[in-house]
């Protein structure tokens, strides 16, 4: 079994910052790209940032200069440092993971439980 856990959300005033943070655990073999979505209600749930092993990384347009996805390979955590936060930004923010649980399993994508982030103006 695969567990992602987020932390870190929480109400900001506008220009703000917040850290969100995710690690996974449970039966992983390797993971590929790990990354945050959001989702406002009655919309998409949108791509934010995502990083790969490898570390690199690609953000919406949106978040560009404000954001920075970082992870930790050997802890299989990934982070969003949020700077300069808007009102736009409030949403639930996901965490996920794209791994494989084992050497003969396909990879499949993997997701935390959702964290709120408000940002008010």
């Known amino acids: 079994q695969v567990q992602l856990v987020e932390s870190g959300g929480g109400l900001v005033q506008a220009g703000g910052s917040l850290r969100l943070s995710c690690a996974a655990s449970g039966s992983i073999f390797s993971i590929n790209a790990m990354g945050w979505y959001r989702q406002v209600p009655g919309k998409q749930r949108e791509l934010v940032a995502r990083?790969?092993?490898?570390?690199?990384?690609n953000y919406v347009d949106s978040v560009k200069d404000r954001f920075t996805i970082s992870r930790d390979n050997a802890k299989n955590t990934v982070s969003l440092q949020m700077n300069s936060l808007k009102p736009e930004d409030t949403a639930t923010y996901y965490c996920y993971a794209n791994l494989r649980r084992g050497l003969y399993y396909n990879f499949g994508d993997y997701w935390g439980q959702g964290t709120q982030v408000t940002v008010s103006s």
């Open positions: 990083i790969t092993s490898g570390g690199s990384t």
